[in-house]
């Protein structure tokens, strides 16, 4: 560096590359560093918000049963039309009915079918899952480090899905870690002073709202970490530091009224079925189809933590050389025993893992700060480079593909988007190919022949997750618009709403996907037979029945010569992204 470049740096000037200078402007405050998360936040997880079709089978369940608190008044039971909904607590129920009582209060057209709405809790707890990532990486590295370990947990794939979905995953993430924010004080200076207000609160309101949101998911995870922890110190004093008298009862305090209402009104039958056959069911067995063998979320993790996971991989090595350390010891008790306890278990959904992602997320911070991401191992840069730039690559193709497939479209709008995230992916991956001289390792005095400076690889690290910013709006905000084919409850939608006459009665026959009921109505009638769907269609007044094609024969043979169906009112062909087949259904109706 020449002596007039030395001088600009020090009078504060911006350094050339753009990674180095978001790099520069995270380290000017914690204002700084939240504003440019709460930046990439909005990137990632706004797109396709409200244009996202309502995606089966969970998140219309969860919308539905929300919508029925507000249609019946009753914020206590859970219900999906007429069935008991006993698989998770109310929390998340509640949150996206406040977000949609919101809306209808500002005038909000639709609220209650507007999917968007009962996502905005997912997006909130997103967001601040990833602040709460920074304020947790905060007890284990400087500024720079933990702003780039949330932009790292921030920017990947699996949060900006479950930022698109109006379930319990993205506020679970956040309630996780705040919890596990406070234990880290907790267990860093059991030696030192004790914790404030701050962390007391993080960790007992992290751990009561989560169980309110997803039952023991949060104790689970803490409290694995914590008999690691305390069999490794030989004592769990340290965790005296929480206050657990005045923490517990604070929990009992927010978690113990609804479940005593629930236990009332339901006569225990809500412990038994979320318990019983959810939880237990989900151990025992795969639970409506979601088997996995032991090893699916390693795998899995090359793409759901995409982009940093070829970062985390890098970093391997240095966890298990300091595994000793504090803080390494800390953040794999954060991660391994829930890790392996999810490996166990037959039932395998990749967002079960998504809280322990902001432990990967500062681990592989605190590998890079130390200047130990080992690039040169064998097989190592090149493993990364092409893991880098598999994901984006793969996913433009797997677009254009489908799009074509399906609906002899193609996504032309994402595609710049597309093809700039492959680019700049190509870049970070250059970026870790790049020899450096060997340098001196200032945490071990002696020289250091593997791993990327820290400079060089925290530029790879933003340039892979700038990618992200392109990738998943591209993803979530564009492509999806021209995939028409994977929206069909909401083209049945459309045919209801062209009807001439106000207020309907709709039925289905044979198709059964639980977004058709949030777009239709709490009352859809669900029809087994041809038989039953012409007495439908008879009873009088305005009435529509969806038809697919497996049911077409029973329905017409139903029917009898001098009294024909009706004229079709609308056709529908797509695809059922749960079912993996294509679909085909008949609108008949009836209009006085």
């Known amino acids: 560096m020449t002596s007039l470049s030395a001088g600009r740096v020090a009078r504060g000037a911006l350094p050339a590359s753009l990674p180095d200078r978001i790099l520069a402007v995270a380290e000017r405050g914690h204002g700084h560093a939240c504003a440019l998360l709460l930046a990439l936040c909005l990137v990632c997880f706004l797109p396709g918000l409200t244009s996202l079709q309502p995606m089966d089978r969970d998140e219309p369940r969860f919308a539905q049963a929300s919508k029925q608190m507000l249609e019946t008044g009753d914020l206590v039971d859970i219900r999906f039309q007429a069935e008991a909904r006993h698989k998770k607590p109310v929390g998340i129920y509640w949150l996206q009915a406040a977000c949609v009582a919101a809306g209808e209060a500002l005038g909000v057209p639709g609220a209650r079918t507007a999917i968007g709405l009962y996502r905005l809790p997912s997006l909130f707890g997103a967001a601040a899952s990833v602040l709460l990532a920074y ?3 905060l007890a284990f590295l400087a500024r720079r480090g933990a702003f780039l370990a949330a932009a790292l947990y921030g920017a990947c794939l699996m949060l900006a899905a479950e930022a698109h979905l109006a379930k319990t995953d993205a506020v679970l993430a956040a309630c996780a870690t705040a919890s596990f924010g406070a234990l880290a004080r907790a267990w860093l200076r059991r030696d030192g002073a004790g914790l404030g207000r701050g962390a007391f609160l993080a960790f007992w309101l992290g751990l009561a709202l989560g169980i309110l949101v997803k039952g023991p998911m949060v104790p689970m995870f803490v409290g694995f970490a914590a008999l690691v922890l305390g069999w490794r110190a030989r004592s769990g004093r340290w965790l005296l530091a929480l206050r657990p008298g005045p923490g517990l009862l604070l929990a009992l305090l927010i978690v113990a009224p609804w479940f005593l209402a629930i236990a009332w009104k339901s006569g225990g039958a809500f412990f038994g079925a979320s318990v019983g056959q959810d939880m237990l069911g989900k151990v025992g067995g795969a639970k409506e189809k979601h088997w996995g063998p032991p090893g699916a979320y390693a795998v899995a993790f090359f793409a759901t933590f995409w982009p940093g996971a070829p970062f985390a991989a890098l970093s391997l090595p240095f966890a298990w050389r300091e595994r000793g350390s504090d803080a390494v010891a800390f953040l794999l008790a954060w991660i391994v025993p829930s890790w392996l306890a999810f490996e166990a278990v037959p039932t395998k959904l990749p967002h079960y893992v998504l809280p322990l992602m902001p432990a990967v997320a500062i681990l592989t911070a605190l590998a890079l700060e130390r200047g130990a991401l080992d690039a040169t191992r064998r097989g190592a840069r090149i493993t990364a480079s092409v893991l880098l730039v598999l994901i984006p690559a793969g996913l433009t193709l797997g677009l254009l593909a489908a799009g074509w497939k399906l609906g002899r479209t193609l996504p032309l709008a994402a595609l710049p988007p597309l093809l700039g995230a492959c680019a700049l992916a190509a870049l970070a991956a250059a970026t870790l190919l790049r020899r450096e001289p060997a340098r001196q390792d200032p945490t071990r005095g002696e020289t250091a022949r593997h791993g990327l400076p820290p400079g060089a690889a925290a530029r790879a690290c933003v340039g892979a997750i700038l990618a992200a910013c392109l990738l998943t709006p591209a993803v979530l905000g564009l492509a999806q618009r021209a995939l028409p084919a994977l929206k069909v409850s909401g083209r049945l939608a459309a045919i209801r709403d062209g009807l001439p006459c106000p207020d309907p009665r709709v039925a289905s026959l044979g198709y059964r996907e639980p977004s058709l009921v ?46 024909p169906l009706p004229a079709p009112a609308g056709q529908v062909s797509g695809f059922n992204i749960n079912g993996g087949k294509r679909l085909d259904l008949t609108a008949y109706a009836v209009v006085p």
């Open 518 to 563: 949030f777009l239709i109505g709490t009352d859809l009638a669900m029809l087994d037979s041809g038989a039953q769907a012409l007495d439908f269609l008879r009873a009088g007044g305005c009435r529509l029945v969806f038809v697919e094609a497996r049911f077409a024969a029973d329905l017409a043979a139903a029917a009898p010569v001098a009294a």
């Open 135 to 137: 304020w947790a990486a």
